[in-house]
């Protein structure tokens, strides 16, 4: 019960995660998270307006029932099995991120300054997460894949272009950590 | 009466739905949906998402060892190739960067939005609402990007 409860350690999660690739494989199915945006594009309509999202989406049942999986063991992940959020964080970056205005930094998964209530009723705090969606949603597709697809599935079964597309990855979150967020915050 | 394979869930794929909530789990339990994670990742302040990742990525080499030498068959017996990515220099950097900018913003990637949403409801919804307006978009503009 113990280990149910308390956080598990990054020696856990990375052998877990490529057991869930295994299975998705074992399952018959090319693991990644992504092209789901483009399936809830053709289910909203989407095939009306561009051809590109003229597609049968039943095809990927599977993938849409991983998705409400996920949703799922989101809200069983927050109820039951993680009853204290707080992260060990290098005082370093509690230390910039103070100097960024943040508060009770670490008590939580989620930073109150981006994921907290009255952010989502101000201009700025909602379009701080509409415009992060759009460019995840955008720059996936756009680059063929995402964490799971690229950087996992992509890196381990060796593909040249995941290689180009983490790099990619890490351009960007570095853009956005190291200077964008010291301007918006 | 018969059902016909055409109805819109395939029981058949239920285990997919399971396999979801066990991702989910294993997300949240290691911390890899928690925006300081990543943050920290990006900052180079922290080994842990480094360990996650750099982990799943050791392993699933060797699964990929066991698909390629067809020691590990999918459930069919059929012989299991990944997709190859398409190549490419300019989508694959480019919309690697985008994608890298929105994930270093909100620290959410595309499998953990989902998994955000019964953590942070409405924030998660609003950048679910983006990436599929992302996607809309890219949709749009596919046939004129560079690739």
């Not at chain 2, 982990?55 to 390629?68: D, E, P, T, W, Y």
């Not at chain 2, 069919?76 to 270093?104: D, E």
């Amino acid at each position: 019960m113990d280990f149910i409860l308390q956080p598990w350690n990054w020696y856990v999660g990375g052998p877990l995660i490529s057991i869930s690739l295994l299975l998705y494989f074992y399952f018959g199915k090319n693991f990644g998270a992504s092209t789901n945006f483009e399936t809830l594009c053709t289910m909203a309509g989407a095939g009306k307006v561009s051809d590109y999202f003229k597609k049968d989406w039943k095809d990927r049942d599977f993938a849409l029932l991983f998705v409400i999986g996920l949703i799922i063991g989101g809200f069983i992940s927050s109820i039951y099995l993680i009853p204290n959020q707080s992260i060990d964080l290098n005082p370093k970056t509690v230390q910039e991120l103070t100097e960024l205005g943040f508060s009770n930094i670490g008590s939580q998964y989620f930073p109150e300054e981006i994921f907290g209530e009255e952010v989502l009723f101000s201009l700025k705090g909602f379009l701080i997460l509409l415009i992060s969606g759009i460019l995840v949603g955008f720059g996936t597709r756009y680059a063929g894949g995402c964490t799971s697809g690229h950087a996992i599935t992509g890196l381990s079964s060796l593909q040249f272009p995941s290689l180009l597309a983490v790099f990619g990855f890490f351009i960007g979150g570095i853009i956005a950590t190291w200077f964008i967020i010291p301007i918006i915050f | 009466m018969v059902y016909n394979s055409n109805y819109i869930l395939d029981m058949k794929n239920i285990k997919f739905l399971f396999l979801g909530i066990f991702f989910a789990i294993v997300l949240s339990k290691t911390q890899a949906i928690s925006w300081y994670r990543f943050y920290e990742m990006f900052k180079f302040q922290s080994f842990h998402m480094y360990g996650i990742i750099g982990g799943a990525v050791l392993i699933s080499m060797i699964f990929m060892q066991l698909f390629k030498k067809g020691i590990i068959k999918d459930n069919n017996g059929n012989k299991i190739v990944p997709k190859q990515k398409k190549k490419g220099f300019i989508h694959t950097v480019l919309g690697g960067t985008l994608f890298g900018l929105g994930w270093g913003i909100s620290g959410a990637c595309a499998a953990p939005i989902f998994v955000i949403l019964g953590f942070k409801l409405m924030p998660a919804l609003i950048l679910l609402v983006g990436a599929i307006l992302g996607a809309f978009f890219y949709g749009l503009l596919s046939k004129k990007l560079p690739n």
